[in-house]
Each structure stands twice: as structure tokens, then as C-alpha cells.
């Protein structure tokens, strides 16, 4: 007798019965880890994920119970969980559990994003939230509703897996406005410029000097003056080493003088928009042409959160393309939303579903209160090293990340606290080249982090600096 297949997710019974498993096996793994990430390093890591695992395909299977318990239980043990306090070392966030249930709805129902009748509501949704996001990065005057920037066009957003395939399609759009465009970047912009202009061929970027983190105006300007064609900028909001802002006025202002397009990589510190206290740092971020922002940094969701947002929906016209059984013509004519140009992707997750939860239960002062406690830890954090004796601070924060270093001690043993921290599961910190220095990185992007947690980094580093 033939064996009933596995029940679908559709089956909310089934799907109900399996989620105790699940949250047992998280919480059970992350008691036994004991901390921010597994101690052992990577070879003791994959022992233990692969005894527990045993065979990847054995011949006989063991059941979904056991399954979810095993292999979940071995994640858990063996992460490096960001929603822990001593977890600060990358732009790597704690999602929020509404966020994750929202996920779930969009695992369970699975509509993919590439054509209408695949995901009508999905779809509906998508629009909705993405215009919203790109109104509040490119406001519109209540009169027109054009962008206050702009005599003409209106904002738009693409989802994207994050800041990396954002940076990508801004390259994109700019080169298919014109052909032969040069790329300008700060020499503290994202590695991604870099690969995004190898992988459309164009030529290598320009870098403009970043003294100080952000970007030279006055290098900027001597560059823009001796290059010829088409040019794009691209700026950086929230940099990865540093969390630091370019000077965007100036360069918007630049830009303008000298007829470039202006693209800004707001990656890190777009969501400062939701904060009344904080929004005033992105001054000029309206005056770009395009801007990346990943809600999976400083907007608590899972992974990946990103969207390109464009100041004139019209530039994304170049993205369209056909294929008969997804956008037919006579479909499209008919009223069938055309999808195949939201993305360079076809077949992708419905990753607005969470954001529009989180959106709609949070509101804009929820998220904006979420971005204020982390810059709050990142001051604090800050002033906690000030008056430690033995620690030198490489700048007061801009964003949430915290540059720091035991004093007097050469970069590879700066490296090798970080190291050790790891080795031992104590502590996740990042690194980072600033002034030609390794320096010590923090990236607190956890509200519920406590003074105590704060105080707690400090000790361990200062525990773990040779004397």
C-alpha cells in the first residue's frame, strides 16, 4: 500500500501540530548554547552540527517530529543569535516576532511573486507598501502629489533581497538612462558598487578620498569636474564600518552643478526617517535619484527586507520584459498586473507581507521609537569607553555602531581580542580599518540591550586585552 504523502502547509491543522516542536527545539538549543554564539570555533561547530544531523539523506527518514527537533535544536545551539545583547558585531538584526509570524503566513501560502495569478493579493499588497515606503523617502506636496523635489514623476519602490541587489539595479537604471555612465563612489562606499559595475560592464568606479569616514565634497568636485559623460554618484547613509553619513547636501548640491544623478545607499541609515529626533541626519536624502534601504537592519526584519526606491516611477520602465505564460500582452491590456518588471528575479518570496505587518502594528512612531533606544545604546556604549582607562574611542556614533580599542596595542592583537571573545562564545564584536587602525566593532541594533549589557562588553574586552 502506497503511503499518504506529508500533509501541506495549507493545512493549518498539521502546520499547528508541528510549531510546538519547533519553538521547543529554539528554545532548547539556545539554553544549551549558553551565549551569543556556540564556543569551540568552526571545527567544534560542524562536529556538532553533523552529529546531530547524522546522514543528510539517509535512506529512510526519520519523521517530521524528530526532524524539526534535531535539526532546528542544532541551528539553535549553534548560532550566533543576534537578539542576544552580547551579539553586536554585525548589521545583523533581532527581528521581531510579529515580523517572524508574518513570515510564516508567507512560507505557508507561498505566492510567488513573478506573475498575478500566482499571487493576487501578495501583489496588491506589495504595491500599497511600496509606495508608501518610496512616499516617505521622496515626499509628495498635498496639492499634486508629485514629489516636493521634482516637477514631475511620482516615487516608486522595488523589493529587493537587500542592499547589495539595491546598489546593483541603481547601476542598472543608470546605465540604461545613458550608456557609458561613470560610477562615482566614496572610498567608504559599499563593496557592491564594486562587483554591481564588473557584473553590468561598466567601467571601474571613480573613488573619491573619504578622510574621516565620509565622502571628500572637495575631492568629489575635482573629480566630477574632470570627468566627461554621464555620471552617477553614489553616496553612502550609514556606512557598514563606521555607521557614518556623507555630507549629502553638498553632494546633492554638486551633483546638480554638474549634471549628475545622485544615488545614495541608505542601506543602513534609511530608517532614521521614522524618527522625529533622528530624521534631521538625512537632510538631502530626498534629492537623490535613487535610494537603497534595507528594513532588516534598522527595521527589525527577517531577512531580506531591501528596497530600491526611485524618485521618478517612470525610470523603472526599462525593467519591463515579456514572457508569454507570466505576462502575456492581451493579459496585461486586460488589467492583469504586470509583474515581471518589479524585479530582476522571477520567482521570489512575498518578503512585503512582514513588513507590511510590522508597518501597520508598529506605525511610524513605534519603528521610529525602535531607532531611537538603539542610538541611545550606541551613546551610552560610547561614554562607557570615554571613561574607561584602558579603551580609546575612534568617534562619538553617528548611527548605532561604536568604534573602540584597548590602547597601545597593535592591530593583531586588537584582532586576536575579537578572536578570542568568539573562540570562547562570549561575545559576537565586529573589526574595522579606520585611520589605518583595526579598531573593535559594535553594531547595537538590539532595543531591549540594558546598561548592564553595555557594561558587560567592556568588561569582557578589557578581561581579554593582554597586559
Request: charged letters at 20%; hydrophobic letters at 45%; one cysteine or more.
Amino acid at each position: 500500500m502506497r503511503a499518504e504523502p506529508p500533509p501541506l502547509a495549507a493545512d493549518s491543522t498539521a502546520l499547528r501540530a508541528l510549531l510546538p516542536t519547533v519553538l521547543d527545539a529554539l528554545h532548547d538549543g539556545a539554553a544549551a548554547r549558553r551565549g551569543p554564539l556556540p564556543a569551540g570555533g568552526p571545527e567544534a561547530v560542524t562536529r556538532q552540527v553533523r552529529e546531530a544531523l547524522g546522514e543528510a539523506l539517509p535512506e529512510k527518514g526519520t519523521g517530521p517530529d524528530e526532524a524539526l527537533r534535531a535539526v532546528v535544536h542544532a541551528l539553535a545551539a549553534g548560532a550566533a543569535d543576534p537578539a542576544h545583547s552580547l551579539c553586536a558585531a554585525h548589521l545583523h538584526t533581532p527581528p521581531l516576532a510579529l515580523a517572524v509570524a508574518a513570515d510564516l503566513a508567507a512560507s505557508a501560502l507561498n505566492p510567488s511573486m513573478d506573475s498575478w495569478d500566482q499571487a493576487p493579493a501578495a501583489s496588491a499588497l506589495e504595491a500599497l507598501v511600496t509606495t508608501a515606503l518610496a512616499t516617505e523617502i521622496f515626499p509628495t506636496t498635498a496639492e499634486t502629489g508629485t514629489p516636493a523635489t521634482s516637477e514631475t514623476g511620482t516615487p516608486d519602490a522595488l523589493v529587493t533581497t537587500g542592499g547589495t541587489e539595491s546598489n546593483q539595479l541603481a547601476l542598472l537604471l543608470a546605465r540604461e538612462r545613458q550608456a557609458h555612465t561613470r560610477v562615482v563612489v566614496g572610498a567608504n562606499a559599499h563593496h557592491s558598487f564594486h562587483r554591481a559595475a564588473w557584473l553590468l560592464g561598466l567601467p571601474e568606479p571613480v573613488t573619491v578620498p573619504a578622510p574621516n569616514g565620509t565622502m571628500d565634497p572637495v575631492a568629489l568636485d575635482e573629480a566630477l569636474t574632470d570627468l566627461g559623460g554621464p555620471l552617477l554618484v553614489a553616496a553612502t547613509a550609514g556606512t557598514t564600518d563606521a555607521g557614518q553619513i556623507d555630507p549629502l547636501p553638498e553632494i546633492a548640491d554638486l551633483c546638480a552643478a554638474h549634471g549628475a544623478d545622485l544615488h545614495v545607499d541608505a542601506a543602513y541609515g534609511g530608517p532614521l526617517l521614522f524618527s522625529d529626533t533622528h530624521r534631521a541626519l538625512l537632510a538631502g536624502l530626498d534629492r537623490a535619484r535613487t535610494v537603497t534601504v534595507d528594513l532588516h537592519k534598522l527595521g527589525w526584519q527577517p531577512a531580506a527586507a531591501g528596497i530600491l526606491a526611485v524618485r521618478d516611477a517612470t525610470d523603472l520602465a526599462v525593467l519591463a520584459h515579456t514572457a508569454d505564460y507570466l505576462n502575456a500582452d492581451d493579459d496585461t491590456e486586460a488589467g492583469l498586473p504586470d509583474l515581471l518588471g518589479r524585479s530582476l528575479r522571477t520567482t521570489r518570496r512575498p518578503d512585503v507581507i512582514k513588513t507590511a505587518v510590522t508597518l501597520r502594528a508598529l506605525g511610524r512612531t513605534g519603528l521610529g521609537a525602535l531607532v531611537d533606544a538603539c542610538m541611545d545604546r550606541a551613546r551610552h556604549l560610547a561614554d562607557l569607553v570615554e571613561k574607561a582607562p584602558g579603551l580609546e574611542l575612534y568617534a562619538r556614533p553617528t548611527l548605532t555602531t561604536v568604534l573602540f580599542r584597548p590602547h597601545d596595542l597593535p592591530d593583531g592583537a586588537v584582532a586576536a581580542v575579537r578572536r578570542t571573545l568568539l573562540a570562547e562564545g562570549r561575545a559576537v564584536l565586529g573589526r574595522a580599518t579606520a585611520d589605518g587602525r583595526t579598531w573593535l566593532k559594535a553594531t547595537l541594533l538590539n532595543p531591549h540591550a540594558t546598561p548592564g549589557d553595555l557594561e558587560e562588553i567592556i568588561t569582557l574586552v578589557e578581561g581579554s586585552t593582554p597586559r
